[in-house]
């Protein structure tokens, strides 16, 4: 594990961190979004601020490993097994509800990518050739967001949506329950397998390590910034602007027009 740390998890890149208060969506009197997001247990999980520590986030993936339905590590002589009580202590999450893999979208009944892209878009009838975020309705510009950088978060492509991102905006609009724990999960695994691919979930992993006292004399620590926060300003990278209190496109329609990020090349093509 000692060899391991040293030539590759300690080379690893920690994702880029982002949060959004829900009081924040209330002012902004983006209130469907926020209630959504609530009927999935997922405000105390996206509002999570805090401390984060580098390098135990990276000693914490170095001894991963997933034995039935725990996560366990082992941090600073700590032995971490964080079972379903733990989720439900750290983050409200609760084992329950759909359990949706790259292989099984078809458990979503009556889910059509390509269908459910287009009904999301301002313009239906626009010719598809990726699934961008730009054109997107508002609530699920918002959730795109959501999904790409905290839920499932990745270092780079947040501009084209995967068949995932898609599925997940949809049963998070028709309020069907997912398991978020076991998506979490399953994208630690994935990103901790590939070396190239940068390490998620930076605050969650900080909260598990003050849920079991890991020792934190002397580690390196870097605060949450309120630059991280999604505010005003995310939704003006969107393309929309603020009208008599209600925010809206710049062309009119409720939604973004453009999505303030870099599109780059990989998977998400519809």
């Known amino acids: 594990m000692i060899e391991k740390y040293r030539f590759e998890t300690s080379r690893k890149v920690i994702n880029n961190l982002k949060v ?18 609530k009927e ?35 941090v600073k002589g700590v032995d971490m097994k964080i079972t379903h009580e733990v989720w439900a202590t750290v983050t ?17 009944e009556d889910f059509n990518k390509i269908q459910y892209y287009k009904s999301c878009l301002k313009n239906p009838h626009a010719q598809v050739r990726t699934c961008s975020v730009g054109g997107l309705k508002l609530n699920e510009r918002l959730l795109a967001l ?15 949506l995967t068949a995932e991102d898609l599925v997940y905006i949809y049963c998070i609009m028709n309020k069907v329950k997912i398991n978020w724990i076991h998506i979490i999960k399953e994208h630690m695994q994935k990103y901790m397998r590939l070396s190239d691919y940068h390490y998620p979930y930076a605050i969650l992993i900080s909260k598990f390590v003050h ?3 890991v020792n934190l004399e002397g580690e390196t620590s870097e605060l949450v910034k309120s630059t991280f926060e999604v505010n005003n300003g995310s939704l003006r990278k969107m393309g929309v602007t603020k009208i008599n209190g209600e925010w ?9 027009s453009s999505s ?3 599109a780059e090349h990989g998977e998400g093509r519809c």
């Open 211 to 213: 849920y079991f006292k």
């Open 260 to 262: 303030g990020l870099h």
């Open 20 to 37: 959004v208060s829900f009081s924040w969506l209330k002012s902004q009197k983006l209130d469907d979004v926020r209630r959504l997001l």
């Open 40 to 74: 999935q247990l997922l405000k105390r999980f996206l509002e999570m601020k805090g401390n984060i520590y580098p390098d135990l986030i990276r000693v914490f993936y170095t001894n991963l490993k997933f034995e039935g339905n725990n996560l366990v590590s082992h």
């Open 92 to 108: 409200d999450l609760k084992y329950a509800g759909l359990t949706i893999n790259k292989g099984n979208i078809g458990v979503v």
């Open 146 to 160: 959501f999904v790409t950088w905290i839920l499932t978060p990745r270092g780079s492509n947040h501009s084209v």
């Open 248 to 256: 809206v496109s710049k062309d009119g329609e409720q939604g973004g």
